[in-house]
Nanobody
Framework: QVHLVESGGGSVQAGGSLRLSCAAS????????MGWFRQAQGKERELVAS????????YYADSAKGRFTISQDKADNTLYLQMTDLKSEDTGMYYC???????????????????WGQGTQVTVST
């Protein structure tokens, strides 16, 4: 059974940084597809970043380019999202997601993913 558990969220001032973690059990990140999504209150869940091609390639939403970095630690089987220069519009619940199998292209929508974590809240204040 696959479990994804996010951590690392919190409240920060605009311009600050946070690193989100997503620990996986029953699933190996390095050979599968994974991503980070966020959902602001009253809005749909949207992709922030994803890894594909056996975690050799990354994709970022325009809003995340240059500020966020998705990565994984194979030894710990943990997915990370390093977020810098945070803005108020980055506020929301952040979810990690995964799907079994090799992805040759980045997965970008929620229905592409099979497993989800419970989410971790990020609040950016000005």
């Amino acid at each position: 059974q696959v479990h994804l558990v996010e951590s690392g969220g919190g409240s920060v001032q605009a311009g600050g940084s946070l690193r989100l973690s997503c620990a996986a059990s029953g699933f190996t990140y390095s050979s599968n597809c994974m991503g980070w999504f966020r959902q602001a209150q009253g809005k749909e869940r949207e992709l922030v970043a994803s890894m594909f091609r056996g975690a050799q390639s990354t994709y970022y939403a325009d809003s995340a380019k240059g500020r966020f970095t998705i990565s994984q630690d194979k030894a710990d089987n943990t997915l990370y999202l390093q977020m810098t220069d945070l803005k108020s519009e980055d506020t929301g619940m952040y979810y990690c997601a995964a799907r079994d199998g090799y992805c040759s292209i980045p997965l970008k929508i929620t229905r592409d993913f099979t497993w989800w974590g419970q989410g971790t809240q990020v609040t950016v204040s000005t």
